[in-house]
């Protein structure tokens, strides 16, 4: 690798372990307290803040339900995390971080894990294919996202040198995607860079009319 191949790829490293020294147990959240319930719930509400802090001029980002009107038992299921849009319709209840969103003005769902097990990911696989189809088209079927915090399953690395990230990479997976943002409580940098670019997808596509 040449010099400059090399501090490219440590800026990289670097930039990575700057987006995720939020979620690192090392960080001074653990100093005060150590209940997985209070440490989960601060990482999935960062999660939250780095999605708006991407996609919030624009969009809104919350938890809840997405609607349809073909919903006739109305036992929709509990979104972690919902990407919508305003302007094309507005909640049909808002409050806070909350809101049951028309399926119209949804643009991504993201559900979230804290850890990542066998078991977990195959869970969240299932899920993501039944979030699919809460979405209004096919093209927008990409813009289903599982995020796995903190995976403990350094085995199956969700991208590698034999299948790395590449610029077509929501389009080229049969299930819908995962990524991590640490593995074994550190960054994964090819997670990252895929969940910055998934939202960099989901901000530039534009509904047809």
């Not at 036992?75 to 209840?93: G, K, N, R, Y």
């Not at 409050?95 to 949804?106: C, D, G, H, K, R």
């Not at 399953?153 to 389009?171: R, V």
Request: hydrophobic content about 45%.
């Amino acid at each position: 690798m040449s010099g400059a191949w090399k501090r490219w790829d440590e800026y990289w490293d670097l930039y990575a372990r700057a987006f995720a020294q939020p979620l690192q147990a090392s960080g001074l959240l653990s100093a005060f307290v150590t209940n997985p319930c209070v440490t989960g719930a601060y990482a999935e509400a960062w999660l939250r803040s780095m999605v708006g802090s991407m996609l919030g001029l624009r969009f809104r980002i919350s938890t809840g339900a997405v609607i349809h009107a073909n919903d006739s038992t109305r036992d929709v299921p509990q979104c972690d995390l919902i990407v919508w849009d305003p302007s094309e319709m507005p909640a049909i209840f808002e409050s806070s971080e909350f809101a049951l969103v028309p399926i119209f003005a949804t643009r991504a769902i993201i559900e979230i894990k804290r850890t990542g097990t066998r078991a977990e990911r195959q869970k969240l696989t299932e899920q993501l294919k039944a979030r699919q189809n809460l979405l209004r088209t096919v093209s927008q079927m990409d813009f289903v996202l599982g995020v796995i915090l903190n995976d403990k399953d350094d085995s199956q690395p969700l991208f590698d040198d034999e299948h790395p990230p590449t610029e077509n990479w929501l389009q080229e997976r049969l299930d819908p995607p995962v990524i991590r943002i640490l593995c074994d409580n550190q960054p994964d940098r090819n997670g990252i860079m895929a969940f910055i670019y998934f939202l960099a997808q989901v901000a530039s596509w534009q509904p047809a009319r």
